[in-house]
Nanobody
Framework: QVQLVESGGGLVQPGGSLRLSCAAS????????VGWYRQAPGKQRESVAT???????NYADSVKGRFTISRDNAKNTVYLQMNSLKPEDTAVYYC?????????WGQGTQVTVSS
């Protein structure tokens, strides 16, 4: 069983920054793909950024140039650096890891962008 624990969410003003963390209970080398997803009230969950074991990244058009996904292999942790935040980035952010064809999800962390 793979456990993912997200942290780093909170309240930030428009234009501000946050860094989300996703700590995995397994070695990050066993994760073939990891991603950050978000779900705003009344909306479907959407992909924000993904990172493969080979280092390939993919971003939603709405966050390109503002968000960066990265990993720390020694800490088995994946990060989402979010800059120039906008009110429309407000959502619950989830980490998802693909391990041996099974997807595992974290509990989510709330990000609120508001003045």
């Amino acid at each position: 069983q793979v456990q993912l624990v997200e942290s780093g969410g909170g309240l930030v003003q428009p234009g501000g920054s946050l860094r989300l963390s996703c700590a995995a209970s397994v070695t990050i080398f066993s994760i073939s793909r990891v991603g950050w997803y978000r779900q705003a009230p009344g909306k479907q969950r959407e992909s924000v950024a993904t990172l493969t074991s080979g280092g390939n990244t993919n971003y939603a058009d709405s966050v390109k140039g503002r968000f960066t996904i990265s990993r720390d292999n020694a800490k088995n942790t994946v990060y989402l650096q979010m800059n120039s935040l906008k009110p429309e980035d407000t959502a619950v952010y989830y980490c998802c890891a693909l391990v041996r064809d099974t997807s595992y999800w974290g509990q989510g962390t709330q990000v609120t962008v508001s003045s």
